[in-house]
């Protein structure tokens, strides 16, 4: 039996969460559940993007990821199962899961086209039971009324030349880690043979390390961090408020003639 | 073997809550443990008494719910178990049963009378070997002394007559928004061929959407929610904030002669 | 199969916690995984330690604790695993373990000494593998490098006299009760047929409760808790801000001629 995840935007002080979770539960027992996050800031799909496509590959092949972020969405948006790299999701056509890859889907269809309901709840009413009957190994276009494609948005990108790489922070995690759009692969191609400067905020730096505690106690430490993109810290600190940045801060590396 | 549910009051950056759940599991691993929620505010029964009557119906029939809030409660309240509504629920006699369902229990008994011991964790060292026995088939009976009733305290009542309904805000919930108690089937017996008015702050609307995306952005909606009440919130923000109200403010709809 | 519990200070609103668990399940989907807290202070080593030192014990033994708390440590740390009072716990070698218990471990090992990985997330590429292979019995030597020792703090130390226990608060909790490092056995010894005084701020107390509800509603109430410690509250209320106490203050015990 498939493994559900869920990722919520609803916190953890009402019962949402529980409901989901017991929605699944009830209609099957044998459903393994484990949390994402439920601490999504609410209908932020960014940050609930971010944290998904940093994580749902580390799950087991043939996860379902139900995902109630936004889960209403905007006027119009469908309810939606898709297959991706191997695992499902579950959740609103709203533009988060063109952000979490960019292989082409395996399988896509529209939910609640089959005795359609209507419901404020989706999330329990709509995607819990998807996410079961895939779990159960009941086959995604079983689910609805196939779909051609799902709403893409188009991520903050990075600039790369030769003489530059102008990125942005994309997360500032729960230690106040600054994480950044710039892919160690880019940089490691434009910097051979050179030299370079990192730029942000006021601060300039000629170095990357490769661990965080390479850096002083209260200095930067910067790193590629575990899923490939460069990361500025302050080692045991918090450098989003110590340096004033925060998410969409500017990051430059400019490399030297 | 049941399913047993912790909600509690405690936080979750202390030892408590994994306390109980290793307790739970030390005395018997068999037992499946769920969350509802952990993020109670301290000692609040209505906050936990609103979230436990939202979801408790959703877990299977013979669930236990271990309930850790406020659970030391006053001078005198005993530490109960009972059955209602097919589903169990073990915690301190505090009022917080008596406000989450209107049907008769089915079973109820006082813990800690059979070999009592003396403890400031209750949670750790009462309910949980309580629920664990629930959970293993031993009648609830047998868990201790029998008890007649149990507390009740009245919740806020919405006033209906032909010409008025009034209500309050009984819930904010995480994103905001504001859940009355005002239900949807007195609403439809009442509104029957009627115009209506709905009046909160300084606010005012004649009509009830089915979702919330039939408000636009920044806009009121006003949606009979998934658990059957009255709810305001502003589409895609904080209606708390936005329109400066908070638990217990009063919430109109006027009929139109 | 044993349970691994996690602790961690990543926070929940980002993938970190949800990384492990991920990295766990994916190698061997037969772990329980249970949470302890994910909440505590960043790379606040006392405040993990007093968390897992208040609950390990709840466990069953040979439950493995992942601790993921400053988990980078400083320059030289190893990572480590260790066997002590029959838990096992994997984590770095950053001093929170000496603060748990004062017996002798009864086995130690260096990780990461056998095919050594770089990496910037030990808790997901080092600690989970480790904490699995000892979940699936393979022996705690075999996991790398044998060590004589692992580090060592020495945490706040009560002074007791026959006249006096000074002491401090070690633990805020999320109520806002005041967990001393006042251990009941060495007040049961000194107070034996003498008459007390406690001061703690502005407050002068004679008397210790068995309850915390012996207090009335808005009073102090004074306890040795689950833990045998002595804890100050206010019954219903957050006593370090309204007592304006925090993390180290003073507690003073004067015993009477």
């Known amino acids: 039996m498939a493994i559900v995840t869920l990722l919520m935007d609803s916190g953890e002080s009402d019962h949402y969460v529980a409901a989901v979770k017991a929605r699944i539960i009830t209609i099957n027992p044998g459903v393994r559940v484990e949390d994402i996050s439920h601490r999504i800031e609410p209908n932020d799909i960014g940050h609930a993007a971010f944290v998904l496509r940093s994580v749902f590959r580390d799950f087991p092949k043939g996860t379902i990821h139900l995902v109630g972020v936004d889960a209403v969405g905007n006027r119009g948006d469908a309810y939606i199962a898709l297959q991706l790299e191997d695992h499902f999701f579950v959740g609103c056509d709203n533009g988060l899961f063109g952000l979490i890859s960019d292989k082409t889907h395996q399988n896509l269809c529209e939910l609640n086209t089959i005795n359609a309901i209507t419901t404020t ?18 086959a995604l276009s079983d689910l609805g009324r196939p779909m051609p494609f799902f709403k893409k948005m188009i991520d903050r990108q990075i600039k790369a030349t030769r003489k530059q790489i102008a990125g942005h922070v994309i997360r500032v995690d729960g230690f106040g880690n600054l994480i950044t759009n710039i892919p160690k692969d880019v940089f490691e191609t434009l910097s051979r043979d050179k030299t370079f400067t990192l730029q942000f905020g006021g601060e300039k730096f000629r170095r990357i390390h490769t661990q965080y505690h390479q850096a002083d106690e209260g200095e ?5 961090n575990s899923l490939g993109f460069l990361e500025i810290g302050i080692y045991k ?21």
């Not at 709840?121 to 009941?138: C, H, N, Q, T």
């Not at 600190?237 to 430059?252: E, H, Q, R």
């Open 237 to 257: 600190g918090n450098a989003a408020t110590l340096l004033g940045l925060d998410y969409d801060s500017i990051m430059n590396i400019t490399f030297d003639e």
């Open 121 to 138: 709840f989706p999330e329990r009413d709509i995607f819990a039971p998807a996410a079961v009957k895939l779990a159960s190994g009941v």
């Open 220 to 224: 930067c430490f910067i790193v590629f």
